[in-house]
């Protein structure tokens, strides 16, 4: 009699076009965020709800009770709970269904964003990479446990849920958490491919967005000369506001580069915890024409801080650090720029040596024949919003963030599979079979 590994393992092999042809349909169904910033959320809503329904048979097969339920119209999440025999522990694999816009639709492969089709080994769509293929490998891998009739003792829950890349988490995973889905472990099958084959992600970087308000002082643009020569009148007649912006700009670039050097973390390359601008505007009172000297320089900033960083204690260093750079002019000194924290998207950080990373680990190493490697998981997800509701979680998800939210976003067929395997052997050891 072969092992229930191997017959799962062989069972997934089998199972390979009907697993593609899921992920097909899934992506044929535009699942756009309606937050998402700049668009018209009528034209997109509802595609979440529709895409979860496409994954519906396959939750069935995979023998799921069935649960699906909207925090706001339109927007239903799809939870599926394989019941256990008792005494196992249970786990959650958790994916978000939404995607980003495409952008022009025109400019993508056959004309079509949502094309599903595959070539060359890869399938192409938007929402493939991020990330309907960890989708379709997670309840893909329920279904071949039950095809095989291998039954866990410890609960197995399959989420797909909405909002995450319009950072809406309150509808989505955090909705999960609140109408009573826990785990002792999660799996969030986010795309892991960031230099090679996918990794194991035990933690991410956080996320906090700055805005920052530099004031001057309007006047007309002809008396520019007595604003910055010796000599001449000085803030008495006006301060440019784009002039004071770049000091503090430098400033900035200052502190980035420090962190550049000093901030380091074995699981991400360096250089990737920095501050970055990425929308700057000055302007003067009134229409936008260059013949007012400007009164207002707004930066928005990123800020991108390590896993083991405490977030306020990153707020305290940057507040400081400006109030410093503010000391040394004399405008800025008594017409302090306002700071304002926009958002934060806090990092995960489940240590190495935790039984779901062991475990994952293991189970890769079962299901591919090869060692699994760990890196950190540059940008955010939904792994801190699983964290702070008490469930220890790692990422491990087909597909390379660089291919998502780009035109022609595709995924490695292979990958698809691969995951599945690995999530199929994880279920197994962390659930226990019986
Ligand atoms: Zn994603």
Redesign the pocket.
Known sequence: MTDPTTAVLAEIDAMRDDILQTLSDVVRVPSISPKYPGLDADDVLGGESRANQVLVPSYKAAGCVVDMWAEEPGRDNLVGVVKGSGGGRSLIFN??IDTVPPGDPATWKWGDPWSGRIENGKLYGLGST??KAGIVAMVKAAEALRRTGVSLQGDFILESVVG??SMDHERGTTATIRRGYTADAAIVT??TAFSGPPALAPCSAGVFWLRIVVPGKATHVMVRGNLIWPGGAGDRYGVNAIDKGFYVYEAMKKLEADWGMSRNHPLFPAGHFNIGVNLLSGYPPGPPVPFIVPHECVFDYVIIYRPNDDADAIKAEIEEYLNRVYDLDPWLREHRPAATWMHQWPAYDTPVDHPVCSTLAASHQTALSREAFWEGFP?V?DATWLERGGIPSISYGPGNVMD?HTVDESIDCQQVIDACKVYAAMAMNWCGVG
């Open positions: 994916g978000h991020d990330m995450e890349e986010e795309p940008a997800d998502a």
